[in-house]
């Protein structure tokens, strides 16, 4: 998704059918799942998992996030270090499209996202 403006319909459809393609199988989803959540001009993706401890708790770990910069008409690429913090991506801080910032998740060359 490129453009402008921050189509937030548009960047659900992206995200839903990126979603299908690398969500856990169904079997174990309720074990482990990945989701994704919009706060403004972002777009964070976290994991789900059982606690160890209460298996009725569900806990949510970040694995990335990204910011449309509209006066820039960029994505802002981001990882959450141990601090709980969330830094910039330095290998590849930017993308021109939301498809490009899944591709920088999904190679995760670096183990950043994902570990």
């Not at 403004?40 to 059982?50: A, C, L, Y």
């Not at 709980?84 to 290998?91: E, F, I, Q």
């Not at 490009?100 to 998740?105: A, M």
């Amino acid at each position: 998704m490129s453009g402008k403006s921050f189509d937030e319909e548009k960047v659900e459809l992206i995200m839903d059918k990126w979603m299908e393609k690398n969500r856990p199988p169904v079997e174990v989803r309720d074990q482990v799942d990945i989701a994704y959540r919009i706060k403004g001009q972002s777009v964070e993706i976290f994991e789900i998992r059982t606690s160890l401890f209460n298996p009725m708790n569900k806990i949510e770990s970040a694995i990335a996030k990204t910011t449309f910069v509209k006066t820039q008409n960029i994505w802002k690429i981001f990882w959450q270090r141990s601090d709980l913090k969330w830094h910039t991506y330095d290998p590849y801080p930017e993308a021109k499209s939301l498809e490009e910032f899944l591709r920088v998740v999904e190679e995760d060359e670096n183990a950043c996202f994902r570990g």
